[in-house]
Nanobody, 126 residues
């Protein structure tokens, strides 16, 4: 059974940085697409970043591009989300997700991910 466990969330001032981690167990995360999503109260789950199974491609929406970076450490079976220049509007619960297949129809939609972590809270104060 695949399990994803996020960590690294917390409270940070605007302009600060955080690095989220997502540790995978039950299978190797190194050969599957991985993504990060976030959900603020009263809002839909929003795409934040994704990395292809080969790690040769990364994807970001305009709202975080240039500020967030997704990466993975295959030896540790862990995916990271480095978040810089944080803004109050980045406040949300952040979720790690993984596809069951190497080839995913869309990196941007949560419906194409099969496994999810429990989430970690990120709060950015102004």
């Amino acid at each position: 059974q695949v399990q994803l466990v996020e960590s690294g969330g917390g409270l940070v001032q605007a302009g600060g940085s955080l690095r989220l981690s997502c540790a995978a167990s039950g299978r190797s995360s190194s050969t599957y697409p991985m993504g990060w999503f976030r959900q603020a109260p009263g809002k839909e789950r929003e795409f934040v970043a994704a990395i292809s199974w080969s790690s040769d491609s990364t994807y970001y929406p305009g709202s975080v591009k240039g500020r967030f970076t997704i990466s993975r450490d295959n030896a540790k079976n862990t995916v990271y989300l480095q978040m810089n220049s944080l803004k109050p509007e980045d406040t949300a619960v952040y979720y790690c997700a993984s596809s069951a297949s190497r080839y995913i129809s869309s990196y941007y939609s949560p419906r194409y991910y099969d496994y999810w972590g429990q989430g970690t809270q990120v709060t950015v104060s102004s």
